[in-house]
């Protein structure tokens, strides 16, 4: 098989950096804070802290595109169901990265249940990697994660994604990533984040995030991430039915990334 020659470059990119872009987490209302999304309760904290899902009380569909340097062999698709059972929030969501000649896949089983002012959140994941040289791979790794409300208008928040590699070395092929960071909403108007992720094989990269609802339905987003340092750029809408959120991620070395997202609540039967 020939591949022409801008195809060949973009296979090696996504060899050699496939681990970095697929780990980046999706939902483009907390993506456009930075990616400070360790201690906010939202639908899309599937794709960040599951134990943010557990205030859900009606069901939800959540769907999110990203796209990352204007590359189609960069994009990534992610869909969830989540929603209320007896004993707390569970969700199911894919997530598919790549292309034909080289895609990665998540299957996630997701449970998250609030006790008080603790709210706590532990997803299954299945990785499934494919190509066309190779046999398909298998992995299954476990995400756990918490949120306290210490107040009224804070938030404390934590997960690992991960964090039992140490007993399986096949999950070694998966990085251990350990978040933690504060929110605070000083009026209900704004809210602010600043946290810390550290993933064991690189530094850690400090993120902040603001967000204002500046008119009635309509929030405006911004936030930095310092390894690798990014700018990112975000606008919601915030419908009590159907939420839509965008967000732009610029860096200087690679160009622009992109995320939509929209969520969808079905109404309760009487």
Avoid: C, W
């Avoid at 210490?150 to 007993?167: D, E, T, W």
Wanted: charged share 15%; glycine share 8%.
């Amino acid at each position: 098989m020939v591949f022409s020659f801008k195809k060949q470059i973009t296979i090696l990119l996504l060899i050699l950096m496939v681990e970095p872009i697929y780990a980046q987490e999706l939902g483009a209302r907390l993506t456009g804070l930075g990616k400070s999304g360790s201690s906010i309760f939202d639908a899309e904290a599937i794709n960040f802290n599951v134990g943010g899902i557990s205030q859900i009380n009606h069901l939800i569909i959540l769907a999110t595109y990203q796209n990352q340097y204007l590359l189609p062999e960069f994009n990534t698709f992610s869909a969830a169901i989540l929603g209320p059972v007896k004993k707390g929030v569970a969700a199911i969501s894919l997530k598919r990265f790549g292309d034909h000649y080289y895609s990665k896949n998540k299957i996630n089983l997701t449970f998250a249940h609030e006790i008080r002012n603790v709210s706590l959140g532990l997803q299954t994941q299945l990785i499934i990697n494919q190509n066309l040289e190779r046999k398909n791979e298998h992995l299954l790794l476990l995400k756990f994660g918490g949120i306290i409300k210490l107040s009224s208008n804070l938030n404390f928040g934590a997960y690992i994604h991960n964090f039992l590699a140490p007993f399986f070395n096949q999950s070694q092929q998966e990085d251990i990533i350990l978040s933690t960071g504060i929110t605070y909403t000083p009026t209900p108007p704004l809210l602010l984040t600043v946290e810390v992720s550290k993933n064991m094989e690189l530094k850690e990269d400090f993120r902040l995030g603001l967000e204002y609802n500046f008119y009635r339905k309509l929030y405006a987003r911004t936030g930095i991430s310092s390894a690798p340092y990014k700018n990112y750029f975000g606008l919601g809408f915030n419908h009590p039915r159907i939420v839509l959120n965008y967000a732009l991620i610029a860096q200087d070395e690679v160009g622009y990334s992109q995320q939509l997202s929209v969520s969808y609540l079905l109404p309760r039967r009487n």
